[in-house]
């Protein structure tokens, strides 16, 4: 049984998974990060409707960014905790792969996330007999109408919360954008039987942020 942990979006999400199946899963979409307030709660609601203790878990898998640079500490604090304190193994995947590929029907995917402006966080996957891999590696892109060309001229399905982004900036005519779609950790349990997951140090590992923690001055007088 793995305890599975997505908060590098506006989605908080938590799923406890096994041989395949989801046993439980809880997840709320919230535009004011409620991660902090609910996480916690939400897996101890999991691990009580399974029956479950910490130590009978065999690992905790988290997705490991990009996303919110808030968000990702948190998911990761809580995976490392639980990890520590019961000494079973911390695992990871993409935050990028954490989407429903078993009802995609297109061959290529872009899965995108916002991150500022008319830049977006992306990954690229390709179907390879029934699962999809991924094409390189994740990248920050400031979206135009001449990015990806590679893929301009293909049958793609762009999910994410950015999708209607890059549908606005980009706008091929061959390509199928998603409508609110997010990360979560429902899916992960995907990439988990596709051997996409990976074991991490528990005390060394952190969160992906692809770029650096930028510090903005608040423009409320708090004098």
């Given at each position: ?17 096994s041989k395949g199946v989801c046993i439980a ?199």
């Open positions: 049984m793995i305890l599975c942990i997505e908060t590098a979006t506006k989605n908080c999400s938590v799923a406890l998974v899963h809880r997840s709320q979409f919230s535009d004011k990060y409620i991660h902090g307030e609910r996480l916690h709660g939400f897996i101890k609601e999991i691990m009580d409707e399974a029956n479950l203790s910490f130590e009978e878990l065999s690992g905790v898998c988290v997705g490991k960014g990009p996303g919110s640079y808030t968000g990702l500490r948190i998911g990761v604090s809580a995976a490392k905790g639980i990890c520590f304190a019961s000494r079973k193994k911390l695992y990871s995947i993409p935050t990028l792969g954490c989407f429903d590929f078993n009802a995609i029907h297109k061959d290529f995917v872009l899965s995108v996330l916002d991150a500022r402006r008319d830049e977006v966080y992306a990954l690229k996957w390709k179907r390879e007999g029934t699962s999809f891999v991924a094409i390189g590696i994740e990248h920050a892109e400031v979206v135009h109408t001449d990015s990806w060309p590679e893929w301009r001229e293909k049958e793609v399905l762009v999910i994410g919360d950015a999708a209607q982004k890059v549908k606005e900036l980009h706008g091929s005519p061959h390509w199928t954008y998603s409508q609110n779609s997010f990360p979560n950790a429902l899916f992960m349990n995907q990439l988990i039987s596709a051997g996409g997951m990976n074991e991490e140090d528990v005390a060394y590992f952190e969160p992906f942020y692809l770029k650096d923690f930028v510090a903005v001055k608040s423009k409320k007088n708090l004098l």
